[in-house]
C-alpha cells in the first residue's frame, strides 16, 4: 500500500509541475504588449525536445559544443535542445520571437505564429522545410531540425501570465 501512496504523490507532482505552463500565442503577447510587459522580461520555455543537426567535413571537427558523430563516414554534429530548457527572448518581431537558450550572439531560433494552431500559438520556425527537416540558422550555420522537434512551441508559466499588475494603498484614517 504504501508504494501506491508514494505512486500516487509522484503522478500528482509531476502533473503539478507540468501544469503550471501554458503556450505562448497571439493573444497572450497582445495582452502582454498591452499590459507594457516587456517581453524580453518573460521566462519561456520549450514544450518537446528540439535536435539540431549538420554534416560538417573532417577538418572541421573543432567544434565550439554539441556532440560529434560519425554517420554513413560523414561528421555530424549535434546539438539538443532538451524540452523544458528555459530561454530569453532576444528580438521581437509582428508574428515572430527569437529565442535565445544559451548565451552567443548568433545562438538562437526563431518561433512564429502558425496558422494551422487554433490557439495561434508560437510554433518553431523554419527557413524551408524537406522531409520532415526544418532548415534553420543557428550560430552562423545551418542546421536541419529533426522531426520529432518540428512541431516545438514555446511555453510560458501561468503564473507569470496570470499576474496583473496593480498599485495598493490603504487609507490612514482621520480624527478629530
Not at 19 to 29: G, I
Not at 112 to 119: A, H, K, L, T
Not at 129 to 135: E, P, Q, R
Amino acid at each position: 500500500m504504501p508504494k501506491l501512496n508514494l505512486l500516487i504523490v509522484g503522478c500528482l507532482f509531476i502533473m503539478s509541475c507540468s501544469a503550471n505552463k501554458t503556450y505562448f500565442n497571439s493573444e497572450l503577447k497582445k495582452d502582454l504588449e498591452a499590459s507594457n510587459i516587456d517581453i524580453k522580461k518573460v521566462q519561456f520555455y520549450v514544450d518537446r525536445d528540439v535536435v539540431l543537426q549538420r554534416q560538417i567535413a573532417d577538418k572541421n571537427a573543432q567544434v565550439k559544443g554539441g556532440e560529434i558523430k560519425m554517420e554513413n563516414g560523414s561528421y555530424i554534429h549535434v546539438i539538443k535542445l532538451k524540452k523544458g530548457t528555459p530561454g530569453v527572448v532576444t528580438r521581437v518581431y509582428n508574428n515572430r520571437v527569437d529565442v535565445s537558450f544559451e548565451v552567443g550572439e548568433k545562438r538562437y531560433l526563431t518561433f512564429g505564429e502558425v496558422s494551422m494552431n487554433r490557439d495561434k500559438s508560437y510554433a518553431l520556425y523554419a527557413d524551408s522545410w524537406l522531409k520532415g527537416l526544418g532548415a534553420v540558422k543557428y550560430d552562423g550555420y545551418t542546421y536541419y531540425v529533426l522531426p520529432e522537434g518540428g512541431g516545438a512551441k514555446l511555453l510560458v508559466k501561468k503564473s507569470s501570465v496570470n499576474k496583473n499588475q496593480s498599485t495598493h494603498r490603504s487609507m490612514g484614517g482621520r480624527k478629530v
